[in-house]
């Protein structure tokens, strides 16, 4: 529509223009003949041209194009970003359950927030999110904001251990005569609330109680272990060692 309403300008100037250059004339410019007239109208004509001419260039330096999304967003007057991200906890035994928590100012309008927990596992999105690390090791574990003109990102440490808690583990005795009955125990921090216990005697033989006893038949060295797992899913394991002698017949006397 403005390039039509451009050209019947233009056209309708260059048609003044033309139409006193040629159009009006008196008898008196006549009479002074052909030459005199062609004279008088050449600067005319000249001059509305330039005119008509100006005045397309003061329409067109009128019309600007419309500003783009980019300026129109006013960008440059966010504040800069700026992430506060926290885990809680930050170390425990497998499997650690973490809860990672992030507060996050300045910038534009719609970020997006995401989680990489460094153990390969799929991202999380949001300012709150939840974690379960099964295995040992330590992670870094990293929240990445971006938007328009926004890549930022913060980093927080994972300590998670091969147990989740302390557990001390007895024997007595842990050495004698066969056939030798041993009494175990294990104890544990009242605090971790209900606790499994799993004893194998490293003769084939198991039990699932605290305190437990067993009997040791044959000679030989075992290895009782303790395994312990919270209602997380958490477990701490511990070792005994068990010296079985062959028996001794008392001398008669």
């Given at each position: 529509?403005?390039?039509?309403?451009?050209?019947?300008?233009?056209?309708?100037?260059?048609?003044?223009?033309?139409?006193?250059?040629?159009?009006?004339?008196?008898?008196?410019?006549?009479?002074?003949?052909?030459?005199?007239?062609?004279?008088?109208?050449?600067?005319?004509?000249?001059?509305?041209?330039?005119?008509?001419?100006?005045?397309?260039?003061?329409?067109?330096?009128?019309i600007?194009?419309?500003?783009?999304?980019?300026?129109?967003?006013?960008?440059?007057?966010?504040d800069?970003?700026?992430?506060?991200?926290?885990?809680?906890?930050?170390?425990g035994?497998?499997?650690?359950?973490?809860?990672?928590?992030?507060?996050?100012?300045?910038?534009?309008?719609?970020?997006?927030?995401?989680?990489?927990?460094?153990?390969?596992?799929?991202?999380?999105?949001?300012?709150?999110?939840?974690?379960?690390?099964?295995?040992?090791?330590?992670?870094?574990?990293?929240?990445?904001?971006?938007?328009?003109?926004?890549?930022?990102?913060?980093?927080?440490?994972?300590?998670?251990?091969?147990?989740?808690?302390?557990?001390?583990?007895?024997?007595?005795?842990d050495?004698?005569?066969?056939?030798?009955?041993?009494?175990?125990?294990?104890?544990?921090d009242?605090?971790?609330?209900?606790?499994?216990?799993?004893?194998?005697?490293?003769?084939?033989?198991?039990?699932?109680?605290?305190?437990?006893?067993?009997?040791?038949?044959?000679?030989?060295?075992?290895?009782?272990?303790?395994?312990?797992?919270?209602?997380?899913?958490?477990?701490?394991?511990?070792?005994?060692?068990?010296?079985?002698?062959?028996?001794?017949e008392?001398?008669?006397?």
């Amino acid at each position: 529509m403005v390039r039509v309403s451009r050209v019947l300008l233009v056209a309708t100037l260059i048609g003044v223009g033309g139409w006193v250059a040629g159009g009006c004339s008196t008898d008196e410019s006549a009479v002074e003949g052909k030459q005199g007239a062609a004279a008088a109208t050449t600067p005319t004509a000249s001059a509305f041209a330039t005119r008509s001419h100006l005045l397309v260039e003061n329409l067109q330096a009128r019309i600007t194009p419309r500003a783009t999304a980019a300026e129109d967003d006013g960008s440059d007057d966010y504040d800069p970003v700026t992430i506060n991200a926290d885990a809680d906890p930050t170390s425990g035994g497998a499997p650690l359950t973490v809860n990672f928590d992030a507060e996050v100012s300045g910038g534009p309008p719609n970020m997006s927030y995401r989680w990489d927990f460094g153990d390969s596992s799929p991202l999380g999105h949001g300012l709150h999110v939840q974690h379960v690390y099964g295995r040992p090791g330590e992670y870094t574990a990293t929240l990445r904001v971006t938007g328009f003109n926004v890549d930022e990102a913060q980093e927080v440490s994972i300590d998670v251990d091969e147990e989740g808690f302390d557990v001390d583990a007895n024997a007595d005795p842990d050495i004698g005569q066969a056939p030798l009955a041993v009494q175990f125990s294990a104890d544990v921090d009242e605090d971790l609330g209900p606790v499994s216990f799993r004893w194998d005697f490293g003769d084939g033989a198991q039990d699932v109680s605290n305190p437990t006893n067993h009997t040791y038949r044959l000679p030989g060295e075992y290895t009782a272990t303790l395994t312990v797992t919270n209602g997380k899913g958490q477990h701490a394991i511990r070792e005994i060692q068990i010296q079985v002698d062959p028996h001794e017949e008392a001398d008669d006397q």
